[in-house]
T-cell receptor, first 112, second 115 residues
Protein backbone atom coordinates (compact mmCIF):
# COMPACT_ATOMS: atom_id res chain seq x y z
CA UNK A 1 0.00 0.00 0.00
CA UNK A 2 2.24 2.76 -1.29
CA UNK A 3 0.26 5.92 -0.82
CA UNK A 4 3.41 8.01 -1.33
CA UNK A 5 5.85 6.93 -4.01
CA UNK A 6 9.32 8.08 -4.81
CA UNK A 7 10.17 6.08 -7.88
CA UNK A 8 13.80 7.10 -8.18
CA UNK A 9 15.90 5.45 -5.48
CA UNK A 10 18.91 7.55 -6.40
CA UNK A 11 19.94 10.65 -8.31
CA UNK A 12 23.37 12.06 -9.17
CA UNK A 13 23.80 15.71 -10.05
CA UNK A 14 26.81 17.88 -10.66
CA UNK A 15 27.53 20.68 -8.26
CA UNK A 16 25.90 23.91 -9.37
CA UNK A 17 23.22 22.20 -11.42
CA UNK A 18 19.58 21.71 -10.54
CA UNK A 19 18.41 18.65 -8.60
CA UNK A 20 14.82 17.60 -9.17
CA UNK A 21 13.32 15.01 -6.86
CA UNK A 22 9.89 13.65 -7.62
CA UNK A 23 7.07 12.25 -5.54
CA UNK A 24 3.65 10.86 -6.42
CA UNK A 25 0.74 10.18 -4.12
CA UNK A 26 -2.51 8.31 -4.45
CA UNK A 27 -4.60 9.47 -1.51
CA UNK A 28 -6.68 12.49 -2.50
CA UNK A 29 -7.28 13.23 1.20
CA UNK A 30 -3.68 14.36 1.61
CA UNK A 31 -3.51 18.11 1.86
CA UNK A 32 -0.13 18.84 3.37
CA UNK A 33 3.15 17.75 1.87
CA UNK A 34 6.64 17.93 3.26
CA UNK A 35 10.19 17.17 2.23
CA UNK A 36 12.68 15.91 4.75
CA UNK A 37 16.40 15.41 4.36
CA UNK A 38 18.14 12.59 6.17
CA UNK A 39 21.78 11.82 6.78
CA UNK A 40 22.85 8.33 7.92
CA UNK A 41 22.26 7.69 11.63
CA UNK A 42 20.31 10.93 12.02
CA UNK A 43 16.63 11.77 12.15
CA UNK A 44 14.73 13.33 9.25
CA UNK A 45 15.33 17.09 9.08
CA UNK A 46 12.48 19.24 7.83
CA UNK A 47 13.26 21.10 4.63
CA UNK A 48 10.14 22.62 3.14
CA UNK A 49 6.41 22.04 2.99
CA UNK A 50 3.44 22.97 0.89
CA UNK A 51 -0.27 23.09 1.53
CA UNK A 52 -2.70 21.78 -1.05
CA UNK A 53 -4.08 25.28 -1.57
CA UNK A 54 -0.77 26.32 -3.12
CA UNK A 55 1.12 25.09 -6.14
CA UNK A 56 4.55 26.42 -5.25
CA UNK A 57 6.56 27.25 -2.18
CA UNK A 58 10.08 28.59 -2.20
CA UNK A 59 12.71 28.82 0.52
CA UNK A 60 16.15 29.86 -0.60
CA UNK A 61 17.60 27.22 -2.88
CA UNK A 62 14.65 24.90 -2.31
CA UNK A 63 11.36 25.06 -4.17
CA UNK A 64 8.50 22.61 -3.92
CA UNK A 65 5.92 22.35 -6.69
CA UNK A 66 2.55 20.68 -6.26
CA UNK A 67 0.35 19.46 -9.11
CA UNK A 68 -2.83 18.32 -7.43
CA UNK A 69 -4.54 17.10 -10.56
CA UNK A 70 -1.59 14.81 -11.27
CA UNK A 71 -1.08 14.02 -7.58
CA UNK A 72 2.56 14.87 -8.04
CA UNK A 73 5.05 17.04 -6.24
CA UNK A 74 8.66 17.82 -6.84
CA UNK A 75 11.53 19.38 -4.96
CA UNK A 76 13.95 21.55 -6.86
CA UNK A 77 17.34 22.39 -5.42
CA UNK A 78 19.30 25.02 -7.27
CA UNK A 79 22.19 25.36 -7.28
CA UNK A 80 23.01 21.93 -5.87
CA UNK A 81 25.88 21.74 -3.40
CA UNK A 82 27.91 18.75 -2.19
CA UNK A 83 26.40 19.24 1.29
CA UNK A 84 23.00 18.49 -0.20
CA UNK A 85 24.03 14.86 -0.62
CA UNK A 86 21.59 12.90 1.56
CA UNK A 87 18.40 10.86 1.35
CA UNK A 88 15.33 12.99 0.66
CA UNK A 89 11.93 11.82 1.86
CA UNK A 90 8.62 13.04 0.61
CA UNK A 91 5.83 12.88 3.21
CA UNK A 92 2.14 13.66 3.19
CA UNK A 93 -0.64 14.04 5.69
CA UNK A 94 -4.31 14.81 5.83
CA UNK A 95 -5.84 17.71 7.68
CA UNK A 96 -5.29 18.19 11.39
CA UNK A 97 -2.73 16.17 13.25
CA UNK A 98 -2.84 13.05 11.14
CA UNK A 99 0.32 10.95 10.86
CA UNK A 100 2.81 11.48 8.11
CA UNK A 101 2.99 8.91 5.33
CA UNK A 102 6.47 8.69 3.89
CA UNK A 103 7.89 7.67 0.56
CA UNK A 104 10.87 5.33 0.38
CA UNK A 105 13.30 8.16 -0.21
CA UNK A 106 15.66 9.24 -2.97
CA UNK A 107 19.40 9.27 -2.37
CA UNK A 108 20.85 12.44 -3.88
CA UNK A 109 24.54 12.61 -4.64
CA UNK A 110 25.92 15.97 -5.62
CA UNK A 111 29.26 15.55 -7.32
CA UNK A 112 31.84 18.29 -7.09
CA UNK B 1 17.12 26.37 18.14
CA UNK B 2 14.87 23.96 20.06
CA UNK B 3 15.12 20.34 19.04
CA UNK B 4 13.73 16.93 19.83
CA UNK B 5 16.18 14.75 21.74
CA UNK B 6 16.18 10.97 22.15
CA UNK B 7 18.00 8.55 24.41
CA UNK B 8 19.69 6.18 24.12
CA UNK B 9 21.17 6.60 20.67
CA UNK B 10 21.74 2.83 20.45
CA UNK B 11 20.21 -0.06 22.35
CA UNK B 12 21.04 -3.73 22.03
CA UNK B 13 18.75 -6.19 23.76
CA UNK B 14 17.92 -9.85 23.86
CA UNK B 15 14.71 -11.11 22.35
CA UNK B 16 11.93 -11.13 24.93
CA UNK B 17 13.39 -8.30 26.98
CA UNK B 18 11.64 -5.03 27.66
CA UNK B 19 13.04 -1.79 26.31
CA UNK B 20 12.11 1.80 26.97
CA UNK B 21 13.00 4.46 24.46
CA UNK B 22 12.97 8.03 25.66
CA UNK B 23 12.23 11.30 23.96
CA UNK B 24 12.15 14.91 25.04
CA UNK B 25 9.92 16.79 22.60
CA UNK B 26 10.25 20.49 21.89
CA UNK B 27 9.01 22.23 25.01
CA UNK B 28 5.91 24.04 23.77
CA UNK B 29 4.77 21.24 21.47
CA UNK B 30 1.51 19.48 22.13
CA UNK B 31 1.44 16.46 19.82
CA UNK B 32 3.95 13.67 20.01
CA UNK B 33 4.63 10.80 17.65
CA UNK B 34 6.68 7.67 17.34
CA UNK B 35 7.80 6.37 13.96
CA UNK B 36 10.17 3.61 13.04
CA UNK B 37 12.33 2.72 10.07
CA UNK B 38 13.40 -0.85 9.51
CA UNK B 39 16.67 -1.00 7.61
CA UNK B 40 16.09 -0.41 3.92
CA UNK B 41 12.41 0.39 4.33
CA UNK B 42 10.36 3.53 4.62
CA UNK B 43 9.65 5.48 7.79
CA UNK B 44 6.41 4.15 9.30
CA UNK B 45 4.01 5.72 11.76
CA UNK B 46 3.49 3.92 15.07
CA UNK B 47 1.46 6.14 17.36
CA UNK B 48 0.45 9.71 18.11
CA UNK B 49 -0.22 11.15 21.55
CA UNK B 50 -2.06 14.23 22.69
CA UNK B 51 -3.39 15.44 26.00
CA UNK B 52 -2.03 12.39 27.81
CA UNK B 53 -3.70 9.83 25.63
CA UNK B 54 -3.17 8.02 22.35
CA UNK B 55 -4.90 9.87 19.54
CA UNK B 56 -4.08 7.45 16.75
CA UNK B 57 -2.11 4.25 16.29
CA UNK B 58 -1.11 2.05 13.39
CA UNK B 59 -1.56 -1.70 13.06
CA UNK B 60 2.11 -2.06 13.96
CA UNK B 61 1.39 -0.66 17.41
CA UNK B 62 0.06 -3.82 19.02
CA UNK B 63 -0.25 -4.82 22.67
CA UNK B 64 3.52 -5.15 23.00
CA UNK B 65 3.87 -1.40 22.63
CA UNK B 66 2.88 1.36 25.00
CA UNK B 67 3.56 5.05 25.31
CA UNK B 68 3.64 7.32 28.29
CA UNK B 69 4.33 10.89 29.23
CA UNK B 70 5.52 10.30 32.79
CA UNK B 71 6.30 13.95 33.50
CA UNK B 72 6.11 17.32 31.80
CA UNK B 73 9.02 16.74 29.50
CA UNK B 74 9.61 13.06 28.65
CA UNK B 75 7.70 10.91 26.19
CA UNK B 76 8.50 7.21 26.23
CA UNK B 77 7.91 4.19 24.03
CA UNK B 78 7.98 0.81 25.76
CA UNK B 79 8.26 -2.50 24.00
CA UNK B 80 7.32 -5.17 26.54
CA UNK B 81 8.78 -8.28 24.94
CA UNK B 82 11.01 -7.48 22.04
CA UNK B 83 11.06 -9.56 18.88
CA UNK B 84 13.77 -9.81 16.25
CA UNK B 85 11.59 -7.85 13.84
CA UNK B 86 11.47 -4.91 16.25
CA UNK B 87 15.04 -4.09 15.23
CA UNK B 88 14.81 -0.67 13.62
CA UNK B 89 15.50 3.04 14.05
CA UNK B 90 12.84 4.58 16.24
CA UNK B 91 12.12 8.26 15.75
CA UNK B 92 10.21 10.56 18.04
CA UNK B 93 8.57 13.64 16.56
CA UNK B 94 6.59 16.53 17.93
CA UNK B 95 4.51 19.39 16.65
CA UNK B 96 2.78 22.42 18.04
CA UNK B 97 -0.62 22.76 16.49
CA UNK B 98 -3.97 24.21 17.21
CA UNK B 99 -5.50 21.93 14.62
CA UNK B 100 -3.99 23.50 11.55
CA UNK B 101 -1.20 22.14 9.43
CA UNK B 102 2.02 21.99 11.34
CA UNK B 103 5.38 20.49 10.63
CA UNK B 104 6.52 17.50 12.62
CA UNK B 105 10.07 17.83 13.92
CA UNK B 106 12.03 14.66 14.41
CA UNK B 107 14.63 13.57 16.91
CA UNK B 108 17.90 11.87 15.94
CA UNK B 109 16.51 8.40 16.56
CA UNK B 110 17.34 5.35 18.67
CA UNK B 111 18.81 2.39 16.87
CA UNK B 112 17.35 -0.73 18.45
CA UNK B 113 18.94 -4.10 17.77
CA UNK B 114 17.19 -7.20 19.07
CA UNK B 115 19.35 -10.33 19.18
Amino acid sequence: DQQVKQNSPSLSVQEGRISILNCDYTNSMFDYFLWYKKYPAEGPTFLISISSIKDKNEDGRFTVFLNKSAKHLSLHIVPSQPGDSAVYFCAASGSGNTPLVFGKGTRLSVIA
Amino acid sequence: EPEVTQTPSHQVTQMGQEVILRCVPISNHLYFYWYRQILGQKVEFLVSFYNNEISEKSEIFDDQFSVERPDGSNFTLKIRSTKLEDSAMYFCASTFTDGGQETQYFGPGTRLLVL
